[in-house]
Every structure is written in structure tokens, then in C-alpha cells.
């Protein structure tokens, strides 16, 4: 059991170029999320998807977009990236139904020069 | 708004120095209160969750405590490799079911041998 894997572990982008964050998890679970961590501002939640088919905005969801791919998969693309897109992204996953914590993967550093 | 406090910011203790940290939380429906822990370039690391004030749950040299306003994390006779940053998040799922984690700044421990 891998849990929730991250591909890559780091990038440096120049600003305008764009890329896509993979996640995957192999627990059967539900619901997945993007959060970005910064130094002072703790997790936050880009965007997330309750289940197999369906999105939404988290609290900082602008110069992002996601895919679902299918249940095990859950992307994170930046179309235009920026320097203020410089951050830790950390993928999770969680069961959803009655239980909600929720799993991290090991997390992509990007930098946006 | 939901808030997560934390405190302190960081901690230092000598091994076997007991000790615990303060996670206190202003939010409407608590659905789950949840600690983690994080180790430098990783994501981080459920620990434990509790739903309800007066619940307790333990883990080697860690506790966790719950009331209606505040969690705490006690840490006994630590050792160096229970360093790492220890993140509190609550769930308050309110009308929706996604599950939203909302964190706390985090305690950065340090043990020194």
C-alpha cells in the first residue's frame, strides 16, 4: 500500500510556463485535495473533489484548475504559473462517508522564477 | 469564520522533559479535531482524531485531549525523535460533506538529547 503518491517532487518553472501536479492514491478512497503550505500561512485548500466525477474551489483556488481522472487520480494544472505560485503542494485523500481525517501525500516543492 | 490557534509557536524541551501543546478553536459544528505530525520536506502524518469534548486517544509518548474550546497534545519523557512540527486541523462539514480540514499554524517541537 503506496497511499498517496506525488510525481514531482520538485520543479522550477519560469513564470508563464505551465504543468500539471499528478496524484494518485490506492486506498479506495472517496474524496481528494490540493492544499498549498507557506511559511506563516499554514495548509490551504485549493481545490477538492468529494467524489469520482465532481470539483470545487477550495480557499485559494485562482490560477489553478484540476482534473478527476478517475478515483484513484486527482491532478492540479497550472496554466500560466506565477512567482506567487512559488509553494509546497500537498495532495490528500480521504474516505469520505462517516470518517474525516484525511491522508497526505509527500508533497511537490515548486519554484516560480 | 473558522480559527485554529496554536500555541507555542515552538518548543524546546531536554529528553524526558514532559510537556504539551495548546490547539484552541473558535468554529460552528465541530465534526472532527485532528493532529499531525510533520517532519521536515514531508507531508504530514495523521495522528489522531477526536469528535467529541472529554474524548482522549493515545500513542506511544503522546496524548491527545479534547474540550469544547481546546485540544491538547501531551507529550511524556519525549525523545529526539519526536521533533518534528505538530499541526491541529478541525473538520466542520456544516450543510456540505467535502470535508474541509482547517489548520492551525502549527508547534514546531525540538528534543534535545
Known amino acids: 500500500n503506496a497511499g498517496v503518491t506525488q510525481t514531482p517532487k520538485f520543479q522550477v518553472l519560469k513564470t508563464g510556463q505551465s504543468m500539471t501536479l499528478q496524484c494518485a492514491q490506492d486506498?479506495?478512497?472517496?474524496?481528494m485535495y490540493w492544499y498549498r503550505q507557506d511559511p506563516g500561512m499554514g495548509l490551504r485548500l485549493i481545490y477538492y473533489s468529494a467524489s469520482e466525477g465532481t470539483t470545487d474551489k477550495g480557499e485559494v483556488p485562482n490560477g489553478y484548475n484540476v482534473s478527476r481522472l478517475n478515483k484513484r487520480e486527482f491532478s492540479l494544472r497550472l496554466e500560466s504559473a506565477a512567482p506567487s505560485q512559488t509553494s509546497v503542494y500537498f495532495c490528500?485523500?480521504?474516505?469520505?462517508?462517516?470518517?474525516?481525517?484525511?491522508?497526505f501525500g509527500p508533497g511537490t516543492r515548486l519554484t516560480v522564477t | 469564520e473558522d480559527q485554529v490557534t496554536q500555541s507555542p509557536e515552538a518548543l524546546r524541551l531536554q529528553e524526558g522533559e514532559s510537556s504539551s501543546l495548546n490547539c484552541s478553536y473558535t468554529v460552528s459544528g465541530l465534526r472532527g479535531l485532528f493532529w499531525y505530525r510533520q517532519d521536515p520536506g514531508k507531508g504530514p502524518e495523521f495522528l489522531f482524531t477526536?469528535?467529541?469534548a472529554g474524548e482522549e486517544k493515545e500513542k506511544e509518548r503522546l496524548k491527545a485531549t479534547l474540550t469544547k474550546k481546546e485540544s491538547f497534545l501531551h507529550i511524556t519523557a519525549p525523545k529526539p525523535e519526536d521533533s518534528a512540527t505538530y499541526l491541529c486541523a478541525v473538520s466542520t462539514e456544516g450543510g456540505t460533506s467535502y470535508g474541509k480540514l482547517t489548520f492551525g499554524q502549527g508547534t514546531i517541537l525540538t528534543v534535545h538529547p
Open positions: 490528500a485523500s480521504r474516505l469520505g462517508v462517516i470518517t474525516y481525517e484525511q491522508y
Open positions: 477526536l469528535y467529541s
Open positions: 486506498m479506495n478512497h472517496n474524496s
